[in-house]
């Protein structure tokens, strides 16, 4: 747990930190010299279930192009402006994960606990994804999502208090900006943070 804390508290560094700062932190290349798999995010949306609790959910394909079976076990973390920290699935029952998928009404749609395993190469084989998060605070403005898996880049850093090397694994980066109520907005996509729109971004964490 303490060593997540830091990897987490290095990564919000790199993102809340000053052109000048940043400077010095590892980021990942524009282009990966090893093969990466390919990811299509879809929208980040909330899901209220009928107990009247809410969930983030959050839907993506995924694609082997690297030329090689892979393993696909992703990562996703939530993080939201009110202090929250979530793991994907972490919190979210089997019912409610089953009622995400009834709701959205996708045959093809894998919770984390079916879709985690071999990914096997081409366009044929393409998974598509769910993550969830317990929605337990509504009164948010900003959600920032890392997803990790889809890269095997990586770098090491010195821990910023032993000195110890920390690896550090290339992540896909997502920032989400909320206007008014989230609850109002029933399952209306969240758009992305408008600095954030366009091109993918990545970070170290």
């Not at 609790?53 to 402006?81: C, K, Q």
């Not at 598509?128 to 090491?156: C, D, H, M, Y």
Request: aromatic share 10%; proline share 8%.
């Amino acid at each position: 747990m303490a060593r997540q804390t830091i990897l987490m508290l290095i990564a919000l560094a790199a993102l809340l930190a000053t052109p000048s700062v940043l400077w010095g932190f590892p980021r990942p290349a524009p282009v990966s010299i090893r093969p990466e798999l390919t990811f299509r995010p879809d929208a980040m949306r909330l899901y209220t279930h009928p107990d009247g609790r809410h969930y983030w959910y959050f839907i993506y394909d995924v694609v082997n192009t690297t030329g090689e079976d892979r393993v696909w076990a992703p990562s996703m973390v939530l993080f939201t402006d009110r202090g929250e920290v979530m793991a994907d699935g972490r919190g979210v029952s089997r019912e409610v994960r089953d009622a995400v998928i009834d709701y959205v009404g996708d045959p093809l749609l894998e919770s984390k606990v079916s879709i985690i395993g071999k990914l096997r190469q081409g366009a044929g084989h393409a998974r598509r994804g769910l993550a969830i998060w317990p929605a337990k605070k509504t009164n948010v403005n900003e959600l920032r999502l890392f997803v990790q898996g889809i890269s095997p880049e990586s770098t090491t850093v010195p821990h910023p208090i032993t000195g110890d090397p920390v690896t550090l694994r290339k992540t896909l980066y997502r920032h989400y900006l909320i206007v008014g109520d989230a609850t109002s907005r029933g399952d209306e996509a969240v758009p992305l943070h408008p600095d954030y729109v366009g091109e993918d971004h990545w970070v170290y964490r």
